[in-house]
């Protein structure tokens, strides 16, 4: 399996002021750059811009390899925490970003690293140039930028996620390999990569960590080598590499120590006391595992290590270096067993709090904000099945389609759940949603994001007169969800992304709350399907009638359920 890294930055000249975000994927293996993305986005802050740089770099990587794992590094440790799930989510411009962000590749396939703000330069040096760009009223450039260059020139940061926007100055120069030499970026990658998973592991090891400083030049810890000096030069260095394999992290297919993934398993959020005492003691275990290979290490050095005042020095210390490693092999055997014994003490208390806890859904997510999609009334042209979208007559109600409505209205000031209303801003939802907010004594919000798809030349035509007259055109738009309406229309690829949008901008504004929006058949419709994570051709699969009520709920943690769909029980 193919692994990226990611570097992500963002910056504002005024927090919040001129923003813009860079990030660059680059090949774990080899180092080398494969994307790079920058963009200019306006007013914003600091955070937003960081987010909106963690969003592209994710996308860019999914682009280049869909099945990839992603390692993320950024110098917000702000970003770092809140997408690791360890720090929660308060903030509604930076929710819908991160929900997004962990849409991107599937759970379990991207880990996050913070590193200093110094290492970070390329994705800083791209977001300065999008915001140079942006003062400039132009917009970054992939082919003009030379962001790459400039960092392996210098070492001076830009410092654009501090919110100044200007390039540093160069502290002096980097290792002189040429900035385009894929085996020095990957040595430089992978050097980054050790050191963040090294510190993370050190983190993890508590009390032992901060005893064990590394002697210089070796990976032997100093107070593990405290006894006499040996007069063998060559017993000490296997000593130093039997206490190395004692302690070296034991790596997994995504490359985290398991000791370290264990504890953070054990320490996972509990809902119930017997949760809490599980956790503790799988904590405990794997300490405790960890403990004991470094005091088997320490013995092991110290066998060694013991001066040989006899000709037999050589054959004992042979002997000891023997016996050192079958210490350390059984060392880690040991810690590998508690380890397994900690996580699977984790999955159990996982598991029974997903049976105690009421649905599937974490107690602790709060309300989701519930979205109450209503379609609105027929109009003249409903009955007669015509394509009528945001290009065409825009028609008003008929008759019918007022009853409707009115009906709509009775069933929802009875069930006294919706707290505001947000309308489409064509005619035949203004109405509709006008009737509903009358009768619940709310006022209307516009919002355009919920118009209905431009159908092009075929707006006012039916089914059957599109495929007489543009029966190339309708076969492409069946066929791909890219494929537009003849005349210029919109695709339903581009649809789904401007509702994208708009759903994530009003989850943020209306989180724990119940909001009727008033819309239109295709939206409704990519808003179910996007729920479910149905494929495009879904939408050709849902029945949905005029005046129809349909449900979807959107958690704290990004996902989403489809309550109810096509309702018209009110109206018959």
């Known amino acids: ?23 660059v994927v680059s090949d774990a293996a080899t180092g080398e750059t494969l994307r790079e993305t920058a963009e200019y986005i306006g007013v914003a802050t600091n955070n937003v811009a960081e987010y909106r740089g963690l969003l592209a770099g994710l996308r860019a990587a999914h682009e280049l390899d869909p099945a990839a794992t992603v390692h993320v590094r950024m110098d917000s440790k702000l970003v770092v925490e809140q997408m690791s799930g360890r720090w929660k989510i308060k903030h ?35 977001a300065n140039e999008a915001m140079d760009a942006g003062a400039r009223g132009e917009q970054w450039s992939e082919a003009d930028s030379t962001a790459e260059l400039d960092t392996a020139g210098e070492a001076g940061g830009a410092g654009a996620a501090g919110g100044a926007g200007t390039y540093g100055s160069a502290a002096g120069a ?18 980054a990569l050790a050191e963040g998973r090294a510190s993370a592991a050190a983190a993890d090891a508590g009390p032992n960590a901060a005893r064990a400083s590394t002697a210089p030049g070796r990976g032997v810890p100093a107070g593990a080598a405290s006894g006499s000096a040996t007069d063998d030069a060559d017993g000490e260095t296997r000593a130093a590499r039997a206490v190395e394999d004692a302690r070296a992290p034991q790596a997994d297919a995504d490359g985290e120590p398991r000791a370290t993934r264990a504890v953070e398993d054990a320490r996972a959020p509990q809902a119930d006391a017997d949760g809490d005492t599980r956790a503790a003691r799988a904590d405990t275990d794997a300490r405790a595992a960890r403990a004991d290979t470094d005091a088997r290490a320490a013995r092991a050095v110290e066998d060694v290590s013991a001066p040989q005042a006899d000709a037999e020095g050589d054959t004992r210390a042979t002997k000891a270096d023997t016996d050192a490693r079958a210490d350390a092999r059984a060392a880690k055997a040991d810690a590998e067993t508690r380890v ?48 009528s979208g945001s290009g065409g007559t825009d028609p008003s109600l008929s008759d019918t389609g007022r009853e409707q409505a009115e009906r709509a209205a009775v ?43 431009d159908f092009g030349a075929w707006e006012g035509l039916t089914f059957a007169e599109v495929r007489e007259r543009h029966p190339d055109d309708l076969n492409a738009w069946l066929a791909s969800p ?11 690829a581009a649809t789904a992304t401007r509702l994208a949008a708009t759903r994530d901008k009003l989850v943020a504004a209306h989180a724990g709350r119940t909001v009727l929006l008033v819309t239109h058949v295709t939206p409704i419709k990519t808003l179910v399907r996007l729920a479910l994570g149905a494929p495009p051709e879904s939408l050709f699969r849902m029945e949905l009638s005029a005046a129809s009520l349909s449900v979807v709920a959107y958690y704290a943690d990004g996902n989403a359920s489809v309550r109810l769909l096509n309702d018209t029980s009110y109206l018959r």
């Open 1 to 23: 399996m193919r692994e990226f890294i990611v570097e992500a930055d963002g910056g504002s000249r005024g927090n919040p002021g001129p923003a813009g975000y860079g990030a």
């Open 92 to 126: 509604p411009d930076m929710k819908p970003l991160a929900a997004q962000a962990a849409r991107v590749f599937p759970p379990g396939r991207v880990t996050y690293e913070w590193m200093p703000r110094e290492q970070n330069k390329h994705a800083d040096r791209l």
């Open 174 to 191: 980097v290792p002189p390999e040429p900035p385009g030499d894929a085996a020095a970026g990957a040595a430089r990658v992978r050097g």
């Open 340 to 387: 397994a014994q900690a996580v699977k003490a984790g999955a159990d208390t996982r598991a029974a709090k997903t049976v105690a806890a009421p649905g599937w859904a974490p107690a602790d997510m709060g309300a989701p904000a519930t979205f109450v999609l209503l379609r609105h009334g027929e109009t003249p042209l409903t009955p007669q099945k015509r394509f």
């Open 411 to 453: 069933m929802l000031a009875r069930r006294g759940t919706v707290q505001a209303v947000v309308s489409s801003p064509l005619a035949r939802t203004r109405e509709t949603a006008g009737i509903v907010a009358a009768r619940l004594g709310l006022d209307v919000s516009i919002d355009d994001g919920l118009r209905e798809t």
């Open 482 to 492: 890219d494929a537009e309406p003849t005349g210029g229309g919109e695709s339903f």
